[in-house]
């Protein structure tokens, strides 16, 4: 690895780059609504009216927690600032949390605490959102 880690733009890390891990993601403002109504269902505040979540909560949580993590990484690397970044820090970071203790659910060639994604961990939203993608998005 690199000694020059950039998580912004994906240098240093062995994973896709930004452009590769959401090659196939819905432009920001659907994504942004998709996402909204799906926190809003997981909290029990609405039904479902733009998606519906699976049957199963962990895997509904799964898919809520990485959608949110690579649509705060998506806006920091269109806005690179230090609230951007910090938001999507600490999305990716609930996300590898989550994935270390559902081990399962995880698809990428890393690990969630591997230190492939050592100071970040928004690469590693990255691998997990490709995954994903190429797995059919299952659960969403």
């Keep these: 690895m690199s000694t020059l880690v950039n998580p912004d733009t994906g240098d240093g890390f062995d994973a896709p780059t ?13 994504e942004m609504r998709e996402v909204m109504e799906l926190g809003a269902i ?12 699976p049957p199963d909560a962990v895997a509904a949580d799964r898919v809520y927690l990485l959608r949110r993590a690579a649509l705060m990484d998506r806006l920091a690397v269109e806005d690179p600032g230090p609230g951007a970044r910090g938001a999507a820090a600490r999305a990716a970071y609930e996300l590898a949390q989550f994935d270390h203790r559902h081990p399962a659910m995880t698809a990428g060639r890393y690990g969630p605490q591997a230190i492939e994604f050592d100071p970040s961990q ?5 691998q997990e959102y490709a995954a994903w993608t190429a797995a059919g998005q299952p659960g969403a």
Excluded: F, H, S
């Design 18 to 30: 930004p452009a590769e891990a959401y090659a196939d993601a819905p432009d920001l403002r659907r």
């Design 42 to 53: 997981r909290d029990g505040r609405r039904d479902g009216v733009v998606t519906v979540p």
């Design 122 to 126: 928004r690469p590693y939203v990255r």
